[in-house]
């Protein structure tokens, strides 16, 4: 099959087209018997191909026709052995990729600063992390990859690890050297796992990082719908077969995967992999100069900076997506919450991110010069109001918190039985609830770690200097969840 072909999308127009009559789910039957106002918004031809697993239409779950074809398209467009379609994102994916590889009580290296779905992973395996810190940039108030070195060291320690799990890019479009991790990890036959949420279309253009099948990893969870074009929440997962089983993969994948897996999601995952496939290399190359373009524009402005490749160079920071804007706006005297706000109310610009520095844009296949005008004009307006005020705030600083000892796995602090302590009075005790502060983006604590006087210390120091605390039961942080101990009975 050729990658101008979508097997998958083709199939389910020429079932549409044949107008069966549906004795099947689901039960709106092309919208017929959906509210009227709905219907009408989203159109008879979305509807029409919104199917069902019927015998004609394959199955995610045993996949042998279109979609079978569909994924091996996908393959050989990421340089996969295996490409799975997720239609639960890519939290879906990454929950499916740790299960693969680690079970209750066995080991996993991970980066301090992962996404929920990791910490979720964990609970649902009962594996034991071991935590590498990120690189924090204490100039921008981010956290960016981990190191090879620090790599190395986590395996010298722990040998016995099932599998290293590496942000590639990181939100920020930000890339460590990933070969070089693959490499170590693989001289102790520990298999490489990439969170590449941030990075579906690295693969399609040399100008971009390398992405996790391009570096040699094992297996990679990979957002479509984040910028790749397809509909929110459909992802894929990519397998290289060896030290990964795909059939294990696809067994892991189908428990946590809904039956009723949506046909919309599965062909604009089959749709997006053409493009990708076919022209993405033209269109990335057009968004990359549009995006270098309102860098350079938008750093002609005062005391705005949109940062560049000045910040590559160190061990963490080997190579990075110029489609990102990462727009540090503290020398304004805002924050980049403020600035969000701003945009919002007087431009009616939606931003992807804010921190305490920074607002993040994202500059993807779908922009042209109208919108990234919108963005740069805007920024120019907000610089010069900036200049006729008088009330500056200064930046507060981004500390990094030490990393807790780990007495219960997640997954036996999870299912603990809890009680509620005054927060003053907890140290010592295992915490029962995450907690983070946000920049950096790294928690304090997770379930099952023991609670230390320093990080106390560090959570009043985030909440005194107005960072927000995320994550426990009372954001106040006045009281703490922590595991039930029981004194012994005189
Ligand atoms: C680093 C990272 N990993 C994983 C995810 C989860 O992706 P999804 O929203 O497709 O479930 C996100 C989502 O923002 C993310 O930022």
Same mark, same amino acid.
């Given at each position: 099959?050729?990658?101008n072909q979508t097997p998958l999308f083709s199939g389910l127009l020429e079932h549409a087209k044949k107008n069966p009559t549906q004795f099947h789910i689901p039960g709106h039957k092309k919208g017929a018997g959906m509210d009227p106002e709905f219907r009408q918004f989203i159109g008879d031809n979305a509807l029409s191909i919104d199917l069902i697993n019927i015998g004609p239409l394959d199955d995610l779950h045993s996949p042998k026709g279109m979609i079978k074809k569909a994924q091996e398209l996908a393959a050989e467009a990421f340089g996969a052995d295996h490409t799975f379609f997720s239609v639960q994102g890519t939290s879906g994916a990454i929950i499916a990729m740790v299960m693969a590889v680690c079970g209750p009580g066995e080991k996993i290296i991970v980066p301090r600063n992962v996404h929920k779905s990791i910490m979720s992973a964990i609970v649902f395996s009962g594996s034991i992390p071991v935590f590498i810190h990120p690189e924090i940039d204490r100039e921008l108030g981010i956290s960016h990859g981990i190191t090879p070195e620090s790599v190395e060291r986590a395996l010298q320690q722990h040998p016995d690890a099932k599998g290293v799990l590496v942000i590639n890019p990181t939100y920020f479009g930000i890339s460590g050297d990933l070969k070089k991790i693959v490499e170590i990890a693989h001289s102790y036959d520990v298999p490489v796992l990439v969170d590449e949420a941030h990075g579906v279309h690295i693969h399609f253009h040399d100008e971009l990082p390398l992405s996790a099948m391009q570096a040699g990893a094992d297996i990679a969870a990979t957002s479509v719908h984040k910028l790749g074009g397809s509909m929110t929440q459909s992802?894929? @997962?990519n397998v290289r077969e060896g030290l990964v089983s795909a059939k294990h993969v696809q067994s892991i994948l189908s428990m946590l995967t809904t039956t009723? +897996?949506?046909?919309?999601? @599965?062909?604009?995952?089959? +749709? /997006?992999?053409?493009?990708? /496939? +076919?022209?993405?290399k033209e269109l990335i190359d057009r968004t990359i100069k549009l995006a270098q373009s309102t860098r350079k524009k938008i750093n002609e402005i005062d005391h705005i900076r949109c940062i560049g490749e000045e910040i590559l160079g160190s061990n963490a920071t080997f190579d990075y997506d110029p489609t990102k804007l990462i727009i540090s706006v503290k020398d304004l005297g805002l924050t980049g919450y403020d600035v969000e706000k701003w945009l919002r109310e007087k431009h009616n610009i939606e931003v992807e991110l804010s921190d305490l520095y920074n607002i993040l844009c994202i500059i993807t296949l779908g922009d042209t010069e109208v919108e990234t005008n919108l963005l740069v004009k805007a920024l120019k307006e907000l610089a010069e109001e900036c200049e006729h005020r008088s009330t500056k705030v200064e930046p507060v600083e981004v500390l990094l918190p030490e990393i807790p000892v780990l007495a219960l796995t997640p997954r036996d602090a999870f299912y603990a039985e809890t009680e509620v302590i005054p927060f003053d009075e907890s140290e010592g005790r295992i915490i029962a609830e995450f907690v983070m502060v946000y920049p950096p983006g790294i928690p304090i604590f997770i379930p099952g770690e023991i609670i230390t006087k320093e990080n106390l210390h560090y959570i009043k120091e985030n909440l005194e200097a107005g960072l927000p605390v995320q994550g426990p039961e009372d954001d106040e942080m006045k009281t703490i969840h922590v595991i039930k101990e029981y004194k012994a009975i005189k």
């Open positions: 099959m050729s990658q992802s894929i @997962l009723s +897996t949506s046909y919309l999601l @599965l062909a604009s995952l089959d +749709t /997006a992999r053409k493009q990708l /496939a +076919t022209k993405g």
